[in-house]
């Protein structure tokens, strides 16, 4: 396909908001993820409300988890943390409340101003552009919800023990929409990013 055929499908700002689910969608069912967790799940058409089901309504969203690295929380409580923090609530963080490297609640409009800021460098390039989903999606990634997801996907590999821990811990909920929400986050935002060397700890490593 020629440039000028590229730039012809890049839809223009009265049409851009309407494009991005589609654009969306065809990234997130195209992803290996649903070979993995199934295709991404609505709730009346919604894929945010699918994710606030996986956080908040599932058998495993009041239980406790610890982290691997060492943070205590509720599936639910980390949803609220990234939905509708409360204000002056303090929320289990692995760092210091405040400091440099611990994580600030932001409101849902915070949010979604943050990710318009990606979204103009994303169109000014050509690529799709991220939709809330994405953003909550990978907000919730940042803090101890990771330990889950990344044992969903682990648990598929058929380790004994990985499966058993799934089995244990989650009651069946595969948080499918999160992942693929995770998954398309990170394919946009691949578009407009510096690849670097990235330097890796491990621990008991010989």
């Known amino acids: 396909m020629s440039p ?3 730039r012809a ?3 223009g700002p009265m049409t851009r908001r309407k494009a991005r689910s589609a654009w969306s969608l065809a ?3 195209a992803s290996t993820v649903a070979s993995l967790v199934g295709p991404v799940r609505k709730i009346g058409g919604s894929i945010e409300k699918a994710m606030g089901r996986e956080h908040c309504n599932e058998q495993d969203c009041t239980g406790e988890f610890t982290s691997s ?3 205590t929380k509720r599936p639910n409580l980390e ?5 509708k923090p409360i204000a002056g609530k303090k929320y289990p963080e692995r760092f210091e ?3 440099s490297r611990c994580r600030c609640a932001c409101t849902r409009e915070e949010l979604v101003a943050k990710m318009e800021d990606k979204n103009a460098t994303l ?3 050509g690529h799709s552009e991220l939709i809330v989903e994405e953003a909550m999606a990978a907000t919730l990634y940042t803090g101890p919800m990771y330990h889950k997801y990344n044992l969903v996907l682990r648990a598929k590999t058929g380790k004994p023990f990985l499966k058993e821990r799934f089995d244990n811990m989650f009651n069946g909920n595969v948080y499918a929409s999160t992942l693929h929400g ?3 986050f990170i394919v946009k935002m691949s578009k407009i990013t510096s690849a670097c060397t990235l330097w890796r700890g491990s621990t008991q490593a010989n």
């Open 27 to 29: 990234v997130w069912i």
């Open 79 to 83: 949803r609220e943390f990234v939905e």
């Open 9 to 11: 499908q890049i839809p």
């Open 123 to 125: 169109s000014e390039s």
């Open 69 to 71: 690295n060492g943070v």
């Open 97 to 99: 409340p405040g400091g």
């Open 4 to 6: 000028s055929a590229r």
């Open 182 to 184: 995770i998954n398309s």
